[in-house]
Nanobody
Framework: VQLQAYGGGLLQAGGSLRLSCAAS????????VGWFRQAPGKERVFVAA?????????YYVDSVKGRFTISRDNAKKTVYLQMNSLKPEDTAVYYC???????????????????WGQGTKVTVSS
């Protein structure tokens, strides 16, 4: 499966942005899809994930709970990350990733995801 992330941009603190992760080649029906981010000079870290089974369960890193929402549109083969109340510390390159192994569910490790899209940059000014 090929993934393409887009939707990044430059905005002020408190604003909202929606990132999209579009799949091609295969549907995402049996994949866990996650969002990660990498701030300048820092490691890539987990943000949120959604599964395609079990009613689309989700989980988030604590720092974005209540502000970010991950969702998916099966028909469009797309996963979204709605980001509200953005803060300067949310500034990063955001990546989407996917994996078909059920053991990936619950993981926050980037090495558990086999498929990656290119990043989309989000810059939040204060």
């Amino acid at each position: 499966v090929q993934l393409q992330a887009y939707g990044g941009g430059l905005l002020q603190a408190g604003g909202s942005l929606r990132l999209s992760c579009a799949a091609s080649g295969r549907t995402l029906t049996s994949y866990i899809v996650g969002w990660f981010r990498q701030a300048p000079g820092k490691e890539r870290v987990f943000v949120a994930a959604i599964t395609w089974g079990n009613g689309g369960g989700t989980y988030y890193v604590d720092s974005v709970k209540g502000r970010f929402t991950i969702s998916r549109d099966n028909a469009k083969k797309t996963v979204y990350l709605q980001m509200n109340s953005l803060k300067p510390e949310d500034t990063a390159v955001y990546y989407c990733a996917a994996d078909e192994r059920s053991t990936t569910w619950g993981s926050r490790a980037s090495y558990d995801y086999n498929y990656w899209g290119q990043g989309t940059k989000v810059t939040v000014s204060s």
